[in-house]
Every structure is written in structure tokens, then in C-alpha cells.
């Protein structure tokens, strides 16, 4: 995985950067969002990992599927990557220009797992903590796990927050154990 965010780096970077000085940052961000889904299509990844076919045809074949949710540069953008044998890195582009993007609105998607259903109110103040201690917007996403017992585990990017009965339980078990 270090090498794809390393190949896709420079590419994510100029993409951000475009999009930032042309105040063009949310649909740059939604253009990229349909051609990652796209470039990770099963089908896709096999057109644009087929040597038989040129750049200019791979690009095509990719802005085809997109149609009408692709601008003119972002077509662009698509045949760079192309010319520079690239596509297949479209998902990590995207996800490389999110984390760009998250960073400068000040922003974090934060995964709330839990035993049962949390309360709008419980999911809420969870939100309103957690954004105090990122100092970030935070937008939470909620779901349910009843393999955890009881209790919730958070994961904001590479932040992982277990307070749920089973990770106490296997914690308990490998002190036990050592």
C-alpha cells in the first residue's frame, strides 16, 4: 500500500492544488470520488490494466463510463494519468486528495461501532467531544456490531478508540495469558 500512496501522491497533490486555486475544491473532490468508484470496478480494472489497448483508449473507455459527471478538466487530469500509465491509481488519488481535503476544512470522519443502536443525543455529544479533542469538525457515522458486547468502538483516520466489552475481554485474555 506504501507504494500506491507514494505513486499517487504527486498526482493527488497537483489535483488538490488545482482544485484549491480554482476554488473548484468540492466538485474536484466529487468528479474524483465517481472516477475512483469507477477505476475500482472490477470490470474497469481489468480495461485499465490491459496493455493491448493505448492510453488515449483507456482514458476513453474510463470518461465513457463517467459520461456527463466529468468536466473538461478532469478529463484532462484522466489523460495525464493515463499518459503516464496511472489510472489504476485512481482510487488511491481520491482517497490521498479526501485526506487533503479533510485537513484544510478542518474536518474528520469519525466511525462510531456499537453493540446496539446509539441515541441521536448519545451520537451527538460523542461528536461534540470528539471534535474537542481533534479540534476538527467531526462527522460521525454510526453502526451496529453485536459482537462487541457492549460499548463502542471509534476509529477517526488512524485513531482507534476501543472501549467496547470485547476489546477489554481480549485484553484481559492476553494479560492473562503473558
Known sequence: MAELSTLARPYAKAAFEYAVDN??????SEQLATAAAV???????????NPSLTAAQQASKLAGVCGEALSAEMHKF?????????????????????????????????EVISAFDLADSARDRLAAVLGKKLERKVEVRTSTDSNLLGGVLIRAGDLVIDGSVRGKLDKLAEAMNS
Not at 23 to 28: E, F, H, T, Y
Not at 39 to 49: F, K, Q, Y
Not at 82 to 92: D, F, G, H, I, Q
Open 78 to 110: 484522466i489523460g495525464i494519468l493515463a499518459s503516464n500509465k496511472r489510472l489504476p491509481l485512481l482510487p488511491e488519488i481520491y482517497a490521498l486528495f479526501a485526506e487533503y481535503k479533510a485537513n484544510r476544512e478542518k474536518t474528520v470522519d469519525v
Open 39 to 49: 477505476a475500482s470496478d472490477e470490470v474497469m480494472a481489468g480495461i485499465l490494466n
Open 23 to 28: 476554488k473548484q475544491l468540492a466538485p474536484w
